[in-house]
């Protein structure tokens, strides 16, 4: 048995009073109004944040990039001002940009204002953003609505970014807070490009003044080793940084009767050390034309400088001889600092030429010793700087005076000159600065200043 329904009867269409079609179109009106409105508003904070990215990239005063922070925070939020306050290294805080038009809404004055907000940073000791906020929310007075964010560079607040508005219906959303927090974030961006600018200027400015420094010294260091009756010489110097403190020069004396061989180290790098190693160049080459023994050179050296020294809390090392190519004797005095090596070619054996003596500077009234030592044809001698007994390998090994004495006695022995532009010394400095690089690696770099002075009797003028 099946059951059956009875037919659906469709109701008649309900009747729209004129009314009720009245207000329906109101609504629809009302609502397209709001969204054009709507869709003007986004266009225009669009072309704000836009505007704000490209004076961001366009102007290179920061004061006229700030300038415009509270403008542009003020439009993006509707609100009838704003004001940026940065916070300085000091602590202190200052008043940077402030946009409140004396006929805004609501009757705000710019300078009521102004006058507000810098009362309230006089009072904040303890850089609180929380304390800040309260003061000027306090002096603005209650009818005042202040909403505020900090600016964050490498995460650290250097300011803090304001608006403010009298309207008792004012909307504070999370829309505004994030557009709020877009031009804080603009605001960093600049600080810290400029920060970053002005460690680039001041680096260029570094590097131009090393380079001057680096240029006065190369000029300062013998250019070229002089021609000496009976020997044969090299040197090179080579610095860790571009301003180094090692020193070596050659100096005649008696329009060449005699000639000074000298090579000193100060203890340190960079510019301090170059301007002590210009220092002493000068004081020495006075010392040198007076004709006094090396041992009384150094004592006066000591003397002149001490003061300069102490307050520097720098010393310098030295090793100063004189050599008569008539006699070939040798004559020389040590400031503490690295012997020099003598290979003598009859014996195919290594000598250390040193004396007793302090370091330049450390005392007053220092005392050094003097001795001398006879060359033979075919002698070689090497003044030479602690960058390379002290040069060190990966695995903290360092090329010590041992290694040293080994490549000068191989380098005497079977570095024979392979051109006619280059003579024997040369090629013994080039072998020994090789063997130092090969030890310490391949890529790595040295850590101090290098310099060695390569002085080989000839054979002839000898025999003569």
């Known amino acids: 048995m099946s059951l059956s329904l009875p037919p659906r009867k ?107 907000i810098e009362r309230a940073i006089q009072q904040v000791f303890s850089g609180s953003t929380t304390a800040l906020d309260e003061l000027v929310s306090r002096y603005l007075g209650a009818d005042v609505h202040l909403f505020g964010t900090s600016i964050l560079v490498k995460n650290a607040v250097r300011g803090r970014l304001y608006i403010f508005s009298r309207k008792t219906d004012y909307p504070w959303d999370d829309t505004k807070r994030k557009l709020m927090r877009l031009v804080a974030d603009q605001t960093a961006v600049g600080l810290e490009n400029n920060e970053l600018a002005a460690e680039l200027i001041k680096k260029e400015r570094q590097d131009r003044e090393l380079e001057i420094g680096a240029e006065i010294q190369r000029q300062l260091l013998p250019r070229n080793c002089p021609v000496i009756q009976g020997i044969e010489i090299a040197a090179r110097c080579l610095t860790a940084s571009r301003v180094g403190g090692d020193y070596y020069d050659f100096i005649p004396i008696q329009k060449g009767e005699r000639w000074s061989f000298v090579v000193g180290d100060v203890m340190g790098k960079g510019v301090p050390a170059g301007l ?19 041992s009384k050179i150094l004592e006066h050296l000591n003397e002149v400088m001490y003061d300069d020294l102490e307050k520097s809390h720098r010393f310098v090392t030295m090793f100063y001889s004189e050599y008569d190519p008539k006699t070939q004797i040798l004559s020389f005095s040590n400031a503490a600092h690295t012997p020099a090596l003598l290979w003598r070619s009859q014996t195919r054996t290594v000598h250390a030429l040193d004396t007793v003596g302090a370091l330049i500077g450390l005392e007053v009234g220092s005392k050094f010793e003097e001795r001398s030592v006879h060359l033979q044809p075919n002698d070689v001698v090497i003044y030479y700087t602690d960058g390379f007994t002290e040069a060190a390998n990966d695995k903290g090994d360092r090329f010590d005076e041992e290694n040293l004495r080994q490549a000068l006695d191989y380098a005497c022995q079977h570095c024979i000159p392979e051109s006619s532009e280059i003579n024997h010394p040369q090629a013994i400095l080039d072998y020994i600065f090789k063997q130092v690089q090969d030890f310490i690696g391949e890529g790595h770099s040295h850590s101090d200043d290098m310099t060695l002075v390569v002085l080989k009797c000839q054979n002839k003028q000898l025999a003569n």
């Open 10 to 116: 469709s109701s008649p269409p309900k009747k729209v009073s004129r009314t009720e079609l009245d207000d329906s179109l109101v609504l629809v009106k009302d609502l397209k109004e709001i969204l054009r409105r709507s869709n003007q508003d986004r266009e225009k904070i669009s072309e704000l944040l836009s505007f704000l990215g490209y004076a961001l990239r366009s102007l290179s005063n920061l004061n006229q990039f700030l300038e415009l922070i509270p403008l542009i925070a003020c439009r993006v939020t509707d609100s009838d001002g704003g004001a940026l306050i940065l916070f300085k290294s000091s602590g202190q805080m200052s008043l940077e940009s402030l946009h409140c038009p004396d006929n805004g809404a609501h009757g705000m004055q710019s300078q009521q204002v102004r006058y507000a």
């Open 276 to 294: 002590i190693m210009t220092m002493t160049r000068g004081m020495l080459r006075a010392e040198v034309l007076n004709s006094h023994s090396p």
